[in-house]
């Protein structure tokens, strides 16, 4: 008997659960909080933000982003600068060093699932190229 959608769905669920968190496992600061690579990160890809921008983006409330971004600061990975035109805003910008973890860790986290994908059948390979093809589509909508 065939599985049903629901729990098609929630097989899919856990395997990308337990897959997302041996991949977040893979990082370069082993002191950073998933939360804080993921600001930093996004930082990364789009640029500084305000903090109340970069919360928005990361889905926390603000005084939890702010938190994240003292930590970020203190360890080098972040600065705060003040607006040229408008004094009063301050936006959060990667140094060089946040800049180096991110990449370091993007490079770890696709040095270890190429690892893990070269122990896979050729066939398996393309049935997990096409999946991820499927999953971009439903993350996008």
């Not at 994240?68 to 040229?84: A, F, K, S, W």
């Not at 398996?124 to 993350?139: F, G, K, Q, S």
Request: aromatic share 2%; charged share 30%; hydrophobic share 40%.
């Amino acid at each position: 008997m065939s599985e049903t959608i629901g729990e098609q769905s929630s097989a899919l669920r856990m395997a990308t659960f337990r897959l997302a968190r041996r991949l977040r496992a893979q990082k370069s600061d082993d002191t950073m909080s998933d939360p804080q690579f993921g600001a930093l990160a996004a930082l990364h890809v789009h640029g500084p933000h305000t903090l109340t921008a970069l919360a928005e983006r990361e889905k926390v409330s603000a005084p939890s982003m702010n938190r994240t971004v003292n930590c970020l600061e203190e360890t080098g990975y972040v600065t705060r600068e003040t607006d040229p035109v408008d004094k009063r805003k301050i936006s959060v910008a990667i140094t060089e060093s946040g800049t180096a973890v991110v990449g370091d860790t993007v490079k770890k986290r696709d040095a270890w699932l190429s690892a893990e994908l070269e122990t896979l059948s050729a066939d398996e390979r393309d049935v997990l190229a096409r999946a991820a093809e499927i999953m971009a589509v439903i993350a996008t909508r």
